[in-house]
């Protein structure tokens, strides 16, 4: 991973992709938050957003490194680095 920011989104989303925030949704749904995925770049790099409850929450970089993290990268191959994205952009 490095810490080069995102750049070159790409529309397509792989489908395991798809699949991890899938998995990952219903476990922030049971505290009123959400995730949602700002962008994707052909060179493995996944922007996201906590929405909800989960925006702002004290917990919110716990949540992101132990659940939105370790998910992502454990199911989506070629993945590189996760960016965490605080406001609308």
Do not use: Y
Not at 70 to 83: A, N, Q, S
């Amino acid at each position: 991973m490095t810490d080069t920011p995102c750049n070159s989104f790409n529309p397509r989303l792989p489908d395991e992709l798809r699949q991890a925030f899938d998995s990952i949704r219903p476990i922030l749904q049971q505290d009123d938050g959400d995730i949602e995925l700002v962008g994707w770049t052909d060179d493995g790099c996944a922007r996201v957003r906590l929405t909800g409850r989960c925006k702002g929450c004290p917990h919110a970089q716990n949540t992101l490194r132990n659940v939105v993290r370790r998910t992502l990268f454990k199911l989506v191959p070629g993945l590189r680095r996760v960016e965490h994205v605080e406001e609308e952009t």
